[in-house]
């Protein structure tokens, strides 16, 4: 052992700044303590080195340093690899002197090539989509859910496509991707404000089950019966929306729909950014110049005051507010909120408080890099209104002139959806997406819970992925609050029907709702696929894929693109062209390895999953 003298003068001899060409290079403090040598750097800390033979000498003589070029990285030797790591050090014949293995040959170098490129700062925000499972039928055999006409999503996986990306999973909801498309619904009848449509078919993904698909058509009323309206832009003019695809973008985009006012429809202007600021007082339609200036000069910077921007719009729609009219707010923005309000929590609570005055609110979203979809999907939920993305001068064109009624005007509210699935012929079933839309099953009676809106016009379509039953016995079934079952008694008696579905709506001025009820029955499954339904489920598909999605079974870029190419019609607007163009890039993008998935429910008896190409024929009829 060292005496306390010779360990001193050591521990002052390895204090001293260390030569950098020394193996314990880049290290602050060594110390000398029990005979061991501990070393701490800032990489390493406390971690450091320990010698645990005695150490009596150090060499003091420095090792040459070999050149290398200049902007080369130094190679890392042996010994300074373990003294990083904390590895004990290995000495060599001579105990008085450390060893010191050879460096490693010197690598061959190629200065590096340099390519400019700015940095580019991705804070967008989404919240993440748990996917719904398969819930057994006779235990579970009512689904709830709210209906959601929105349709960024679609707009927005668009837009990382043509740039080239694969967008992220939760960036795609399936239902607003499905939803983008019309399905050539029949009009509604009898003077219901929608249609309801079931049609059902094998799965493509999955031979084994069948897909039905329940889609609403509604009404469009005559001219003479639209309402005047009562129109407040709220525009984001903060320093965020400078690039041509966000305030750029939404001038071109409003002076389209401009264009087409009529004079009973009055126009505001309120932008925000360090502050909120009325720039055009309520307008009729007549007046377009005036509207079409008041644009022109919206610049943007300064910081983003959303609260006080929402605060002063809906008191100019209130002020301006008619009675049995369209009260609306249109916020267009990125959804970068910066001043103000703390959270989300508190711009729900904001949005929902002016929501019981009557005043109904649609998002326009613009932009990436800090797109907050996130944010602005909670805003148009809770706010009685929809959710777009406009990612093109196109995407504006088809949102705010030709689906200007279902964008502006709502035929129904509080839309919910209940389906009571036949344990009979229905082993297991699984909602495809609106994973932020099911409710509580109670909640369908309840008029008090809020639900999603539907626009003059609009389709709304759910698909549902369906295990048949093979010799599962059901069992009784009840749950309080809800309304009786038909399917489940304690005597089950045969039923040719599938399943049940049940709609809750409120009429815009009504607070009451009403409920429309129909059937689908195992003889309305057919061998063959409607083509408007294999459209619609290749969309889904298509969903699947670029989520990676556990439930995809065997689908693949090469059925979506069949099936939709071969079920295209004459799509007069090119928006299915447009949909196989998209599913190609994605095709070319997509390196993920795609094999086969099949999360089944459990417990399962009676059945047996087997690849696609194995799946026997649904026999049905």
């Known amino acids: 052992m060292l005496e306390s003298k010779d360990r001193s003068a050591v521990a002052k001899s390895i204090t001293e700044e260390p030569r950098k060409d020394r193996a314990f290079a880049g290290f602050k403090r060594i110390e000398v303590d029990n005979g061991q040598i501990i070393g701490g750097s800032e990489a390493v800390m406390a971690q450091g080195m320990i010698m645990k033979e005695e150490v009596y000498n150090l060499p003091t003589k420095s090792r040459a340093r070999r050149p290398y070029p200049y902007d080369a990285e130094e190679p890392i030797y042996e010994a300074e690899e373990q003294v990083r790591r904390g590895y004990d050090m290995g000495y060599g014949d001579d105990a008085d002197e450390l060893f010191y293995p050879a460096p490693p040959p010197e690598p061959d170098y190629?200065?590096?090539?340099?390519?400019?490129?700015?940095?580019?700062?991705?804070?967008?925000?989404?919240?993440?989509?748990?996917?719904?499972?398969?819930?057994?039928?006779?235990?579970?055999?009512?689904?709830?859910?709210?209906?959601?006409?929105d349709t960024a999503s679609?707009?927005?996986?668009?837009?990382?496509?043509?740039?080239?990306?694969?967008?992220?999973?939760?960036?795609?909801?399936?239902?607003?991707?499905?939803?983008?498309?019309?399905?050539?619904?029949?009009?509604?009848?009898?003077?219901?404000?929608?249609?309801?449509?079931?049609?059902?078919?094998?799965?493509?993904?999955?031979?084994?089950?069948?897909?039905?698909?329940?889609g609403l058509k509604g009404n469009v009323p005559s001219q003479r019966k639209i309402p005047p309206s009562n129109l407040v832009f709220l525009i984001d003019v903060s320093g965020s929306m400078k690039r041509s695809n966000k305030l750029p973008l939404l001038k071109q985009s409003l002076k389209l729909m401009v264009d087409q006012l009529r004079p009973d429809q009055q126009v505001a202007i309120v932008t925000y950014s360090g502050s909120a600021r009325l720039v055009l007082d309520s307008t009729p339609g007549t007046y377009k110049h005036r509207i079409h200036a008041a644009i022109d000069n919206l610049q943007a910077g300064g910081s983003t005051a959303g609260e006080a921007g929402l605060n002063l719009a809906y008191r100019i729609a209130r002020d301006n507010y008619i009675r049995n009219g369209n009260n609306r707010v249109i916020l267009a923005t990125d959804g970068d909120f910066n001043v103000g309000m703390k959270n989300d929590y508190e711009l729900v609570q904001l949005i929902e408080s002016k929501r019981r005055e009557g005043v109904f609110l649609s998002i326009l979203g613009f932009g990436s890099g800090n797109y907050k979809d996130a944010k602005m999907e909670k805003i148009a939920d809770n706010g009685n209104g929809n959710y777009y993305y406009i990612d093109s001068l196109e995407e504006g064109r088809k949102i705010l002139v030709s689906e200007l009624g279902s964008t502006l005007f709502t035929i129904a509210k509080d839309v919910k959806i209940q389906v009571e699935f036949n344990p009979q012929h229905v082993h297991a079933y699984r909602l495809i997406g609106y994973e932020n839309r099911v409710m509580n099953n109670r909640d369908f009676n309840n008029d008090r819970v809020d639900a999603g809106e539907i626009g003059a016009g609009h389709t709304v379509t759910a698909l549902y992925e369906v295990v048949p039953a093979y010799g599962v016995e059901p069992v009784p079934y009840a749950e309080q609050g809800v309304d009786r079952l038909k399917y489940q008694k304690p005597r089950m008696f045969v039923n040719q029907e599938l399943m049940t579905v049940k709609l809750r709506y409120k009429p815009v001025k009504s607070n009451h709702s009403r409920l429309i009820r129909q059937t689908f029955k195992r003889g309305d499954v057919t061998d063959y696929m409607d083509p408007e339904a294999a459209f619609a489920s290749a969309v889904a598909e298509f969903g699947l894929l670029l989520r990676n999605s556990r439930f995809k079974g065997h689908a693949s870029y090469d059925q979506v693109?069949?099936?939709?190419?071969?079920?295209?019609?004459?799509?007069?607007?090119?928006?299915?062209?447009?949909?196989?163009?998209?599913?190609?890039?994605?095709?070319?993008?997509?390196?993920?390895?795609?094999?086969?998935?099949y999360p089944y429910p459990e417990p399962y008896t009676g059945y047996q999953p087997y690849p696609a190409e194995e799946s026997p024929p649904l026999q049905f009829k």
């Not at 190419?565 to 390196?591: C, M, N, W, Y």
């Open 110 to 149: 190629t200065p590096p090539t340099y390519y400019h490129r700015p940095p580019e700062q991705n804070t967008e925000e989404y919240d993440p989509i748990y996917e719904n499972p398969f819930l057994v039928a006779s235990s579970a055999p009512l689904s709830t859910f709210s209906i959601d006409v």
């Open 154 to 214: 679609y707009s927005n996986v668009r837009r990382f496509l043509d740039r080239g990306q694969l967008p992220p999973a939760d960036a795609v909801r399936v239902e607003e991707m499905v939803n983008y498309f019309d399905y050539n619904y029949p009009k509604p009848t009898r003077g219901e404000p929608f249609s309801v449509t079931m049609r059902g078919s094998v799965c493509p993904w999955n031979t084994r089950h069948l897909l039905v698909q329940v």
């Open 561 to 597: 693109l069949e099936r939709a190419s071969r079920t295209r019609g004459s799509d007069l607007e090119g928006l299915r062209a447009e949909f196989i163009r998209l599913v190609e890039q994605a095709k070319r993008l997509d390196h993920r390895t795609h094999y086969p998935r």
